[in-house]
């Protein structure tokens, strides 16, 4: 099993609190005011529990990173690791862990948290891996990535950002 698949399941198992109180919620309303149970609005809630102002901003700097990485020839991939790996463990574990709760993810839940990050592997990375980092933030990263880290932009909404065909928008 690749390690990303553990995480995976790891952020899996811990969101089921959250599915499960929204889910409950939706059921007592439906019961105490004698209504039938309403299927959208269950789904509705369990979004909102879900993904949270703050966990939308931690997943779009994940996928800023999973796109950076896609885009990397062989020896950028080499100089990106052998950073990430040089930064503390619980800096690059609660990375690749990127859920409310789970170990380490502190380190990224909020704008300065992932910043600091962002700063210490630009500084552990050889200088190509530099470059591409901050043409990548730049030319596909845009607005999403920067309302990441910079809490200016944060009430910044998806629908107010133009499509290039080419962000970190498209596809969602």
Same mark, same amino acid.
């Given at each position: 099993?690749?390690?990303?698949?553990?995480?995976?399941?790891?952020?899996?198992?811990?969101?089921?609190?959250?599915?499960?109180?929204?889910?409950?919620?939706?059921?007592?309303?439906?019961?105490?005011?004698?209504?039938?149970?309403?299927?959208?609005?269950?789904?509705?809630?369990?979004?909102?529990?879900?993904?949270?102002?703050?966990?939308?901003?931690?997943?779009?700097?994940?996928?800023?990173?999973?796109?950076?990485?896609?885009? =990397?020839?062989?020896? @950028?991939?080499? /100089? #990106?690791? $052998?950073?990430? %790996?040089?930064?503390?463990?619980?800096?690059?574990?609660?990375?690749?862990?990127?859920?409310?709760?789970?170990?380490?993810?502190?380190?990224?839940?909020?704008?300065?948290?992932?910043?600091?990050?962002?700063?210490?592997?630009?500084?552990?990375?050889?200088?190509?891996?530099?470059? =591409?980092?901050?043409? @990548?933030?730049? /030319? #596909?990263? $845009?607005?999403? %990535?920067?309302?990441?880290?910079?809490?200016?932009?944060?009430?910044?909404?998806?629908?107010?950002?133009?499509?290039?065909?080419?962000?970190?928008?498209?596809?969602?």
């Amino acid at each position: 099993v690749h390690a990303a698949t553990g995480y995976m399941m790891c952020r899996m198992t811990q969101s089921t609190v959250y599915v499960s109180k929204a889910i409950a919620s939706c059921l007592d309303q439906a019961r105490t005011q004698g209504e039938a149970f309403n299927a959208d609005a269950a789904a509705r809630s369990v979004y909102d529990a879900l993904w949270t102002k703050e966990n939308r901003l931690q997943r779009d700097f994940c996928v800023f990173g999973g796109e950076y990485l896609m885009r =990397q020839p062989v020896t @950028g991939l080499r /100089g #990106f690791f $052998g950073g990430f %790996f040089e930064l503390r463990e619980d800096q690059w574990a609660g990375f690749l862990a990127g859920w409310p709760g789970l170990p380490g993810n502190s380190e990224h839940e909020v704008w300065y948290k992932r910043l600091i990050f962002g700063i210490n592997l630009w500084l552990l990375v050889p200088p190509n891996v530099k470059l =591409q980092l901050i043409l @990548g933030a730049v /030319g #596909f990263g $845009g607005i999403p %990535f920067f309302r990441c880290v910079l809490p200016v932009l944060q009430d910044t909404t998806l629908e107010e950002l133009p499509s290039t065909g080419d962000t970190m928008l498209d596809g969602r």
